[in-house]
């Protein structure tokens, strides 16, 4: 055996595992879908924002809370509608176990100023303040 001969046990190659690479893949994937089907459930709700001309285009944080309100003063939150009362104890809930909770108030044009301002009651009674308005584009 010469001086830089290689032994048998380093020729062989590493064996790269297969079945842990496509779980990971699979996981990725089915995580990514899940997400993308929850963002879009909240823009499926037929709400009409208002328009700004200096409305722009933010990235949501993981645990948002979406207040869709409807013209008529509905509550819409994760496919669940809620009367005033419903919506308080969901955010009471929400800001006791997650103190710094943002939350997207997302009104219909045509919605009442008192059902905005209800909303804005709740957020504050449930200690919420990291509170934004969700708007379109003025083209």
């Known amino acids: 055996m010469g001086k830089y001969d290689i032994s048998p046990a380093q020729k062989e190659r590493p064996v790269v595992q297969m079945a842990p690479l496509i779980d990971i893949i699979f996981l990725t994937l089915v995580f990514f879908m899940t ?3 929850f ?3 909240e823009s499926e709700i037929d709400i009409s924002v208002p328009k700004s001309q200096a409305a722009q285009e933010v990235m949501r944080s993981p ?5 869709n309100i409807t013209k008529e003063g509905r509550y819409i939150i994760n496919q669940k509608t809620l009367d005033q009362s419903g919506l308080q104890q ?3 809930k929400v ?4 103190p710094d909770q943002p939350v997207i108030i997302r009104a219909d044009e045509e919605t009442f100023h008192k059902h ?3 909303a804005l009651d709740a957020c504050a009674q449930a200690n919420i303040w990291d509170i934004s308005f969700s708007t379109s584009n003025r083209n």
């Open 116 to 118: 905005i301002v209800a």
């Open 63 to 67: 645990g948002e809370i979406i207040i």
């Open 35 to 37: 997400l993308s089907i």
């Open 95 to 98: 800001a006791g176990l997650f």
């Open 90 to 92: 969901m955010l009471n």
């Open 39 to 41: 963002s879009q459930l």
